[in-house]
């Protein structure tokens, strides 16, 4: 009987709970969806009893097949999605129903009065915070305290998504090194907590938790965890981390220098290094990352899978119908379609932040943009300058990040865009460089959690195993003709990304 553990991949979206062999093997995996509420005022709620009846559902489903005898679990660990703020009580009751996730900007008032005492660039030079300040749970438990002060009186813990479900587990209250970097109040130099900022803020130190290494064991499965999960009581948890540097490990992030870039709804690279990329300009945000003494430095666009979702509904409704009576899926007809077209979109550029701009983009105001249309243009030339764009406003993320790692030789791009052979050939000839996928693709996540569980328990001894596990599938190389096409192409997306941010402002 193999040995197994359990990875938690604790999304936005819902969780993907996956058992994983010792050898690295996804052996099957369960998905359960949740829900994220949305309200008057831009809040973006999820309710973190959800969360664990996710968790609940998904484990039953993989405890029902016959290939998971339970005897053979040793572990479970948890990615979870970043910047939580989960109140619990003195007497361990949950304090609200719902809570804000990572993108909730009710804060927006007490990080800007936060501001006023505390030097923006200081800040983010210290924590390596770069998302819109309102996010961190810093901003968002003094908004507790100042909108909901019958909340905040009672609180003893507040804690992360992925740090709830280990608490349900096991009873313990605790986070990690990686998901405490998320906090508005974590020192990138001493992986400590800053009293200074939460005193400034006016927030008792005491309501963060105990922070434990990633690897550590948190616990046991309790009985009534047990009762409710069908796991065995007595199986180690293990910690896990923030889903950003849980995937970062995944994605072969267990050496100096090494780089990937995860391409989903929103899509970024980063950099794993002893050293944060602290850059005021273009603000990566950097997480702990999960090895104890490095970081995970990354920059992003929010809306790239978004994108070609988009341009999907709205200009390919004909092969969503079609997909629906069992056609061709609509992403490979695209595909298809994109090949179609010829390098340069036939002149189209498309700017790809229909969701807001980055802290890397020159505003938070950008906007999505084709520009350049003619009569002549076809459905084929648009859906190519959508996968253009989004890679060439990646090259602009690339480039921030290679003036702290020279000498990239190549790149490991994971997540659901990885599938498309013709969107990694754009991408091997905007970044210039080779494209490589592997094995692990949408699982780079769930084999991170998998690898704190397995070193955890001492299956594991490191984190080398990780190179091994990654197969290589597809090597895209530059084709150096086209490369020039969009070197030239490159210029004029910067152009219109300064124009957009120009018009918008």
């Not at 819902?14 to 093997?25: F, H, N, P, Y």
């Not at 800007?112 to 901003?139: H, I, K, M």
């Not at 019958?150 to 090194?177: A, W």
């Amino acid at each position: 009987m193999r040995e197994v553990v359990i990875a938690y991949d604790l999304g936005t979206g819902g969780i993907k709970s996956s058992v994983v062999s010792a050898d690295g093997e996804i052996i099957c995996s369960a998905f359960v969806a949740y829900q994220t509420y949305y309200s008057a005022g831009g809040w973006q709620e999820q309710a973190p009893e959800e969360w664990w009846d996710a968790l609940i559902e998904s484990t039953h489903r993989l405890l029902n097949k016959k290939e998971v005898p339970p005897e053979s679990i040793r572990a479970v660990a948890i990615s979870g999605h970043s910047l939580g703020v989960v109140p619990i009580g003195r007497d361990g009751t949950l304090l609200r129903k719902k809570t804000p996730i990572w993108s909730d900007m009710r804060a927006a008032d007490e990080a800007e009065e936060f501001f006023r005492q505390v030097d923006y660039q200081e800040w983010y030079e210290a924590t390596g915070n770069s998302f819109p300040s309102a996010c961190y749970p810093l901003f968002k438990i003094v908004w507790y305290k100042r909108h909901e002060p019958e909340v905040y009186e009672k609180i003893h813990k507040v804690i992360g998504t992925k740090d709830y479900c280990n608490f349900r587990l096991t009873g313990r209250l605790c986070t990690d090194y990686s998901y405490a970097s998320g906090s508005g109040a974590f020192s990138l130099s001493t992986w400590q907590y800053r009293e200074d900022y939460m005193k400034m803020a006016g927030i008792s130190p005491a309501v963060f938790p105990e922070i434990i290494p990633s690897d550590g064991i948190v616990g046991e499965i309790t009985r009534e965890a047990s009762e409710a999960t069908g796991l065995p009581v007595g199986v180690k948890v293990v910690c896990g981390g923030v889903d950003n540097s849980c995937m970062a490990l995944g994605a072969k992030g267990t050496a100096e220098g090494r780089m990937y870039t995860s391409l989903g709804s929103s899509a970024w690279i980063a950099l794993v290094s002893v050293h944060p990329v602290l850059d005021f300009t273009y603000k990566p945000y950097v997480f702990a990352h999960v090895i104890k003494g490095m970081y995970a430095s990354a920059t992003c666009i929010f809306s790239a899978g978004l994108s070609q979702q988009w341009v999907r509904n709205t200009f390919c409704a004909d092969l969503v119908e079609q997909e629906k009576q069992g056609k061709a899926n609509a992403y490979e007809v695209i595909n298809r379609l994109v090949e179609s077209s010829v390098p340069g979109a036939n002149g189209i550029l498309f700017n790809p932040s229909m969701a807001g701009g980055s802290m890397m983009e020159p505003t938070p105001r950008m906007a999505g943009a084709f520009f350049g249309l003619k009569l002549e243009h076809t459905r084929a030339d648009v859906l190519r300058a959508v996968q253009e764009g989004i890679a060439m406003n990646l090259r602009i993320a690339l480039d921030v990040l290679c003036k702290y790692r020279k000498g990239t030789e190549r790149m490991l791009v994971v997540g659901g865009g990885a599938k498309s052979p013709v969107w990694m050939q754009i991408f091997a000839n905007v970044y210039h460089l080779p494209i490589e996928t592997t094995s692990v693709n949408q699982e780079a996540a769930s084999l991170g959690a998998a690898a704190l569980g397995l070193n955890g328990i001492g299956l594991w001894k490191g984190y080398e195993a990780i190179d091994r596990i990654h197969r290589l599938e597809q090597t895209f190389l530059p084709q150096e003709e086209i490369c020039r096409i969009y070197q030239l192409a490159q210029k004029r997306f910067g152009q219109l990304v300064n124009y957009i941010a120009e018009m918008n402002n």
